[in-house]
């Protein structure tokens, strides 16, 4: 019989250096399965269909609301995001580790559905230090960092109820934290 996966809950504020850890970390690790979200919001520069997010109509997504086929789901900007329940027990029926990127909020309902997932929180070694990369990136106004900058406050709040913060101070450092929070969570199982 095949051991059940194990589901990691990864959030952070925009700009904490959420995607490259994770990035590095599936890289590393074979037995992780990266939970792709499906939307309704057209792609983004290179983003790819099925590798990136699920491109789908509003239609399609209402219908997969209605038809209770969402692990969970939420309305961002305009623009719906959910993620498939079979994907999620399809893969920790077959064994498989699934990692989860979401939001604060998503993943509340997530871990209501998952008690059992491991919620770990990414935050950056500071506001002023988020502020400087998020700047650095380039790709947002003032304006847009400004209201990063104010969700980042929010989110922060939210850290203290995840098992586990990693402070991404040095990448090396926080990939490692990641690696050994997830090897911990499988010699538990």
Known sequence: MVKKGHLF????PSGA????????????DSRLRYS????????????RDGVDYYFISDV?????IDSG???EWAEVHGHLYGTSARFLDDGLRRGYDILFDIDVKGAKKLYAKYPEATLVFIA???MDELKRRLAER????VEAIEQRMKNARAEMA???WYHHVIVNDDLAQAISELKAVIEKARSQK
């Open 36 to 47: 792709i979200s499906c939307t309704t919001r057209p792609p983004r520069g290179n983003e």
């Open 124 to 126: 950056p070694p500071s």
């Open 9 to 12: 809950i990864i959030s952070a």
């Open 138 to 141: 380039g790709t947002d106004s």
């Open 158 to 160: 939210e850290a203290k």
């Open 69 to 71: 086929e969402l692990a």
């Open 17 to 28: 250096g959420k995607s490259t850890i994770l990035t590095a970390i599936l890289k590393k």
């Open 60 to 64: 399609a997504f209402r219908k997969k």
